[in-house]
């Protein structure tokens, strides 16, 4: 007996209960499928990004250029369209100089450094967990736990071949 062939096409149109309602080979065939379907569109995009760069680049270069910037958003033409060609800024602090910065403004000029910079405190939670409890009490309502977005994964058992047990609800 052969494998359920499930291709994302054939659910386009069913109801979340009916994919739900398929059986385990057929949702890891939809699962497999989806991820073949994934890469290969992240391989166009990839290479249609970087025909853009090829083809705009070097005019969106010219244009920052003669504005004057390095980075941000240029307009020109090409036949008759309208080329929004975006370089997004990426500042990247060190975080040790902004630390030294900032105690040099409190210590040798007496101003406050949160006029200048922010901070943002962070807790790792292997340390938190491993805090002795009067400390991990002190912190706790500070600590806020959200979930993500679930995800699964099927796999085959042991010893279990791909085509055996892919009726629905097959355990």
Excluded at 38 to 65: F, I, N, S, T, W
Excluded at 86 to 100: A, M, S
Excluded at 101 to 108: D, L, N, T
Excluded at 129 to 138: F, I, K, S, T
Aim: proline share 7%; with cysteine; net charge neutral.
């Amino acid at each position: 007996m052969n494998p359920p062939v499930v291709i994302t096409e054939q659910i386009r149109d069913l109801t979340i209960p009916d994919i739900a309602a398929l059986s385990a080979p057929e949702l890891a065939c939809l699962i497999d499928d989806l991820a073949t379907q994934k890469a290969a569109l992240r391989r166009v995009e990839e290479a249609l990004d970087a025909a853009l760069d090829r083809r705009y680049g070097p005019r969106a270069q010219q244009c920052r250029a003669e504005a004057g910037k390095d980075a941000g958003t240029v307009r020109f033409n090409d036949n008759g369209f309208v080329v929004i060609a975006d370089l997004p800024k990426r500042v990247k602090w060190d975080q040790d100089k902004l630390r030294h910065a900032a105690e040099i403004i409190r210590q040798s000029w007496g101003d406050d450094p949160s006029d200048y910079v922010k901070t943002r405190l962070d807790v790792s939670e292997a340390a938190f967990a491993n805090w002795p409890r009067p400390v991990r009490e002190l912190f706790l309502p500070a600590r806020r736990v959200e979930t993500g977005k679930p995800s699964y994964r099927i796999e085959m058992r042991a010893g279990q071949s791909a085509t055996s047990g892919h009726g629905r609800g097959s355990p």
